[in-house]
């Protein structure tokens, strides 16, 4: 293989991984400088000369004249006879040039020139894969779906780079197809060996916040801040908003008029239920508002230990803890604090609407109670069974359970 083979096949590289001139040339001589350590056992007498832009590159020897049977060391000296050859007039003592062809090193070792010429552009292209991605940690990034298997989504981007989108990192209704474009932020960049991993997540609060940003152009110019969002993914969500200007409402600017504004992001997130409030250093003030829909009687707060008593009277205990316990815990992550609801009045008297079982119980069960004018968890209660079954289309087995279901909420 010549010279000017080894440069063209480098060249392919070059434009495929858009390698810039300078590290082109660095890597090549790395390359050559080592397989001549190999052959001469020292590259300190060498010059390597490259023009990647032309494809063709030279090496020359340099070694000192000396008499003829004083050569000591071959690769820094040659014989005066030699020299002559190459150039009749060279005296003793002078400095003789004499260029390498790469065919003198040998086809093994041209082999393993092209081998390690390939491994060291891969491994330049990993670092600089690493730096990059590593650089937008947190930054939300769009790539297609190139693969779905059964423990994560393998997406690539515009460059072809690979990223994985675990399943714990999806919301629990996405739904992907090969070729779908899919929006989360860049988590985690790792070195697997010498190859960058790269991980997607959307299950991320990080996610919710930099939607925010996109989103609201109030939040883009800093004129919002969201000072922290808490998440259950695809199902609610509480972000807390800040605004230094008195005269900007936070809610409504990211809500939006009917919900406008907010709505791309719901969309995004599979329809996740987004409570926006109002950030307030006062603590019993930031309770009640992250307890909302539900409207507080008192609060009693123990500032050493993080805890706090909520009292509610019972109409709006349901409300606060929110269906599947979500509302409460959620409003505990956004404050920092541990909630306790404390019920006021007689707990005989506490009712639920039915449809706030919905996740539970099937949305025309719950239609079938209310053609009979039950809407409320204890008049479902107070029927007989088998007045249930004659009144309704329901199965036994169907009443029984969802009766199971509203007994627990009140033991509960």
């Not at 049977?69 to 040039?97: H, W, Y």
């Not at 200007?245 to 995004?268: L, W, Y």
């Amino acid at each position: 293989m010549e010279n000017i083979a080894l440069i063209e096949s480098f060249s392919e590289f070059k434009d495929d991984k858009l390698i810039d001139r300078v590290t082109l040339m660095a890597i090549l001589e790395d390359v050559f400088r080592n397989a001549l350590k190999k052959k001469y056992g020292s590259d300190d007498n060498f010059d390597i000369i490259i023009n990647p832009d032309k494809g063709d590159m030279e090496i020359w020897r340099n070694r000192v004249v000396v008499n003829d049977g004083e050569v000591e060391d071959s690769n820094q000296e040659i014989s005066l006879t030699e020299a002559r050859k190459i150039e009749p007039d060279f005296e003793v003592g002078e400095d003789v040039s004499e260029e390498v062809k790469l065919i003198q090193l040998g086809r093994r070792a041209i082999l393993a020139l092209r081998q390690n010429l390939i491994s060291k552009i891969h491994e330049h292209d990993n670092t600089n894969l690493y730096k990059q991605f590593k650089d937008i940690i947190g930054d939300i990034y769009t790539a297609e779906v190139h693969h779905v298997r059964p423990k994560a989504v393998i997406l690539v981007d515009d460059e072809g780079n690979e990223i994985i989108l675990p399943k714990d990192k999806q919301i629990p209704s996405d739904f992907f197809r090969k070729g779908d474009n899919v929006r989360g932020i860049i988590e985690s960049v790792e070195l697997k060996g010498n190859k960058p991993q790269i991980i997607m997540s959307r299950t991320s609060e990080k996610f919710l916040e930099k939607l925010f940003e996109q989103e609201i152009p109030e939040v883009f110019d800093g004129l919002i801040t969201v000072r922290k969002v808490v998440r259950m993914p695809g199902d609610k969500a509480k972000v807390a908003v800040d605004s230094y200007d008195d005269r900007i409402d936070p809610v409504g600017a990211c809500v939006g008029m009917k919900g406008s504004r907010i709505h791309g992001i719901v969309r995004e997130l599979g329809n996740e239920n987004i409570d926006v409030i109002n950030y307030t250093t006062n603590t019993q003030l930031y309770i009640s508002r992250a307890l909302s829909p539900a409207k507080i009687s008192s609060i009693k707060i123990d500032e050493e230990n993080k805890k706090a008593e909520v009292f509610l009277k019972l109409e709006e205990v349901s409300k606060a803890i929110g269906r599947g316990g979500h509302n409460i815990k959620l409003a505990g992550y956004l404050t920092g604090y541990d909630l306790d609801v404390i019920r006021e009045g007689n707990p005989e008297e506490e009712d639920v609407e039915l449809k706030e079982f919905s996740d539970e119980i099937e949305s025309w069960v719950i239609e079938e109670f209310a053609k009979i004018g039950l809407d409320t968890a204890r008049s479902v209660l107070k029927e007989e069974v088998e007045d249930l079954v004659r009144r309704t289309d329901l199965e036994e087995e169907t009443i029984l359970e969802v009766r199971r279901i509203l007994k627990e909420e009140f033991e509960d």
